[in-house]
């Protein structure tokens, strides 16, 4: 099993930044692929974006391609998601997941690719 915990959220002016990490206790991390999340009141949770476990895939949502990075770094066992340009339609809380049944070059877009969950940090961007 692993426990994910985000930490990093917080308000931010638009046109902000913020680091989100997701640190992840438990073994076997490296053998898991990882994705990002994000969720507002009364909508579905919606990809953002995804690595695989090694760190050479990722993929993004059109909506953050070239303002969000995500990254891992499996000897800390944690994983990041570097924002820039905040808007305000990006205020939501965020979510990490994580699966071992990802395959080694393939990345989890769905939020039932995953079977686990951090309890989210809220990101609120306004001025």
């Known amino acids: 099993q692993v426990q994910l915990v985000e930490s990093g959220g917080g308000l931010v002016q638009p046109g902000g930044s913020l680091r989100l990490s997701c640190a992840a206790l438990?073994?076997?991390?490296?053998?898991?692929?990882l994705g990002w999340f994000r969720q507002t009141p009364g909508k579905e949770r919606e990809f953002v974006a995804a690595i695989g476990r090694s760190g050479g895939s990722v993929d993004y949502a059109d909506f953050v391609k070239g303002r969000f990075t995500i990254s891992r770094d499996n000897a800390k066992n944690t994983a990041y998601l570097q924002m820039i340009n905040l808007q305000p339609e990006d205020t939501a809380v965020y979510y990490c997941a994580a699966d071992a049944r990802i395959d080694y070059y393939e990345l989890g877009y769905r939020p039932t690719d995953y079977d686990y969950w951090g309890q989210g940090t809220q990101v609120t961007v306004s001025s």
């Open positions: 438990g073994r076997a991390f490296s053998r898991h692929g």
